[in-house]
């Protein structure tokens, strides 16, 4: 292998600070450039941005400059850095510990999606050359009083100057980081440092908390007693799915042509997710704490909606064609049929979302108990749209055929997303219609909400999981739909022209929780009418 000169440790981590700054943050510094005044001020301040990270960075490294721990550490960051430069160049994700929590919740399935060429290439180029030189680069210690003694002066000598470029230009760059939040989740590597010090203090602090149960007083209401019949209440649980591209919610494309035909079906206009990916978003809408109140340690350590609905005596299933219910549903039972070998619907990496119908229709001709069924689909999950539908659903062309998005046309992106939708929408119709023909033995109904949406490359971001805060609407704003037959609206009070009237109210994943509680007439004392948004349709329960 190739010799290198030996170097003294501070000057490999300056090396290195200066190497993490330039070759791993070209998504930080194309944003730098257009959030900066253009002209000399705008060149100094980025130059004096420039000088402080690098000094910043060294400080650290400096610190933990010691033998055996050096080159392990850095090469470490140069790969973690690689890989979060791609995906942040790819799809315009920023890290933090929502981003760090979706990806080490995810399965095997959208791991694959992700791979490429493009992204192999990208890690060998940018973290695996690097890592191979400074591994041959000899490293000089000193004495362990003279080592010592030069990194107090190293690091000295770069916290005097970050002090020097922090107070010259202390209005641009106090201006910089008090208006532009973001800069900080795309600063590589300490944002996916940071991310991942919050994620490990989550699982602590998650692990180190008792289980608390709730709505411990749970019952089911005296007119139950009323009911002739069994019923039956699917919640599918969406995925990816935007409002903004829903046929039904005045998409300019028709991506919903089934279910606009469906009789008595109710799409909700003005609903927003609780989160910005699965990992919180799944969690949020089940449990009682609203968007403003969540926190993963505490939805992970308390009973949720499924639990209280068990508990009041209803049968409780949660079918999954997903990456897993996100702790929801470990404690009813749970079918994953993601991994079916079903020749018509499965291929051999993942099942299409028909998959979660399959038996459905034996299953309501058996029923035996009051039951609340849960399908978590696949839906539009990203950046493999095109995998996400069967050839016959392909109703927009031509599609992006690759998960390197920033490759592909925006348009043909958002054929291939639009056509997820259109297979959402037949299985939606096809659950409807499965539940219409049972409807003579069964009170039936479904309610569909999706748990977030999806950037399609509206300001340069594309897939979701961006922070709550600096979010678009397209990530945010999400379809809900709600369909009762007719037994069932008599039987559970439901006014379903009174919904229509309401369907453009202001609705959030906050409702889900408590409007589940009083549409299946379960009485606890967890439970808001003030959240519930069949309350004031259902005047036969206004006693709830």
């Known amino acids: 292998m190739f010799k290198v000169k030996p170097l003294r440790a501070e000057w490999v981590t300056l090396c290195a600070s200066l190497y993490l700054l330039v070759g791993v943050n070209s998504v930080l510094w194309h944003h730098l450039s257009s959030v900066v005044q253009p002209g000399v001020a705008g060149i100094f301040l980025r130059l004096a941005f420039g000088v402080?990270?690098?000094?910043?960075?060294?400080?650290?490294?400096?610190?933990?400059?010691?033998?055996?721990?050096?080159?392990?550490?850095?090469?470490?960051?140069?790969?973690?850095?690689?890989?979060?430069?791609?995906?942040?160049?790819?799809?315009?994700?920023?890290?933090?510990?929502?981003?760090?929590?979706?990806?080490?919740?995810?399965?095997?399935?959208?791991?694959?999606?992700?791979?490429?060429?493009?992204?192999?290439?990208?890690?060998?180029?940018?973290?695996?050359?690097?890592?191979?030189?400074?591994?041959?680069?000899?490293?000089?210690?000193?004495?362990?009083?003279?080592?010592?003694?030069?990194?107090?002066?190293?690091?000295?000598?770069?916290?005097?100057?970050?002090?020097?470029?922090?107070?010259?230009?202390?209005?641009?760059?106090?201006?910089?980081?008090?208006?532009?939040?973001?800069?900080?989740?795309?600063?590589?590597?300490?944002?996916?440092?940071?991310?991942?010090?919050?994620?490990?203090?989550?699982?602590?602090?998650?692990?180190?908390?008792?289980?608390?149960?709730?709505?411990?007083?749970?019952?089911?209401?005296?007119?139950?007693?009323?009911?002739?019949?069994?019923?039956?209440?699917?919640?599918?649980?969406?995925?990816?799915?935007?409002?903004?591209?829903?046929?039904?919610?005045?998409?300019?494309?028709?991506?919903?042509?089934?279910?606009?035909?469906?009789?008595?079906?109710?799409?909700?206009?003005?609903?927003?997710?609780?989160?910005?990916?699965?990992?919180?978003?799944?969690?949020?809408?089940?449990?009682?704490?609203?968007?403003?109140?969540?926190?993963?340690?505490q939805a992970k350590n308390q009973e949720g909606l499924l639990d209280i609905l068990q508990r009041a005596g209803l049968a409780v299933r949660w079918r999954d064609n997903q990456s897993g219910c996100k702790g929801t549903c470990d404690r009813v039972q749970f079918e994953d049929v993601s991994n079916l070998k079903d020749p018509a619907l499965c291929t051999s990496s993942e099942c299409h979302d028909e998959i979660l119908l399959k038996g459905l229709a034996e299953m309501i001709d058996n029923l035996q108990q009051d039951t609340v069924v849960v399908l978590h689909q696949m839906g539009s999950h990203g950046p493999d749209y095109f995998k996400r539908y069967p050839m016959q659903y392909e109703r927009f062309t031509p599609v992006c055929p690759s998960n390197a998005l920033n490759q592909c046309s925006e348009q043909s992106i958002v054929n291939a997303y639009d056509n997820t939708l259109v297979y959402t929408d037949h299985v939606l119709a096809s659950l409807i219609d499965i539940l219409r023909s049972k409807q003579d033995k069964v009170d039936t109904a479904m309610l569909y909400l999706s748990d977030h949406g999806e950037s399609l490359g509206e300001y340069n971001l594309f897939l979701h999981g961006t922070p709550y805060m600096l979010a678009p609407e397209q990530q945010k704003h999400v379809p809900m739909l709600a369909w009762f037959s007719d037994h069932y609206r008599q039987a559970f009070g439901v006014d379903t022209d009174c919904l229509n009237r309401n369907r453009n109210k202001p609705l959030s994943q906050d409702n889900l929780f408590h409007s589940m509680l009083g549409l299946l007439q379960v009485h606890t004392a967890v439970y808001k009418p003030q959240l519930d948004l069949f309350a004031s349709c259902r005047p036969a329960l206004a006693s709830h």
């Open 52 to 297: 402080l990270i690098v000094c910043a960075f060294n400080v650290i490294l400096t610190l933990l400059a010691f033998k055996g721990v050096l080159k392990p550490l850095l090469i470490t960051l140069f790969m973690v850095s690689a890989g979060t430069a791609y995906f942040m160049s790819q799809y315009g994700v920023l890290m933090d510990v929502g981003m760090l929590r979706n990806t080490a919740e995810t399965n095997t399935a959208e791991v694959m999606d992700l791979l490429s060429i493009k992204l192999f290439a990208y890690l060998f180029m940018v973290g695996v050359l690097p890592s191979v030189l400074l591994y041959n680069t000899p490293i000089q210690y000193r004495t362990w009083y003279r080592e010592l003694l030069f990194k107090l002066l190293a690091g000295g000598a770069s916290v005097a100057l970050l002090g020097v470029v922090a107070l010259a230009n202390y209005q641009g760059l106090a201006s910089l980081f008090r208006n532009h939040h973001e800069i900080r989740l795309m600063l590589v590597p300490s944002n996916v440092v940071g991310a991942s010090f919050g994620y490990v203090g989550e699982r602590i602090g998650t692990a180190a908390k008792p289980f608390a149960t709730i709505g411990e007083d749970a019952r089911r209401d005296l007119a139950w007693q009323q009911h002739s019949r069994k019923s039956l209440t699917v919640l599918v649980v969406g995925e990816s799915a935007r409002a903004a591209n829903f046929g039904l919610l005045g998409y300019d494309r028709d991506t919903t042509p089934e279910l606009s035909k469906e009789a008595g079906l109710i799409a909700f206009s003005d609903v927003h997710s609780c989160g910005t990916e699965t990992a919180v978003s799944v969690p949020c809408m089940f449990s009682n704490l609203t968007r403003k109140g969540y926190q993963a340690t």
